[in-house]
């Protein structure tokens, strides 16, 4: 289960996908990083970050394409 505010859904995806879809881009991220086995069961998406300082960039990155 991934949650997140609609505060950091706003400026992560700067709403031009649906949440559901930003959370399906963050698993594509996290599993090109590492094994499946290695992702939380349940976070938040911000925690991502922590691992990853990359990770909004690489996403707000791959929306400016749409």
Do not use: N, W
């Not at 706003?10 to 559901?20: A, F, L, N």
């Not at 290695?38 to 394409?65: G, H, N, P």
């Amino acid at each position: 289960m991934v949650t997140m505010k609609p505060s950091d859904y706003d400026r992560i995806s700067g709403q031009k996908i649906e949440p559901v879809e930003l959370v399906r881009r963050a698993f594509e991220f996290l599993l090109a990083r590492e094994r499946q086995e290695q992702i939380l069961a349940r976070f938040d998406l911000t925690v991502i970050s922590r691992y990853f300082a990359e990770f909004e960039q690489v996403m707000k990155r791959s929306l400016e394409k749409l």
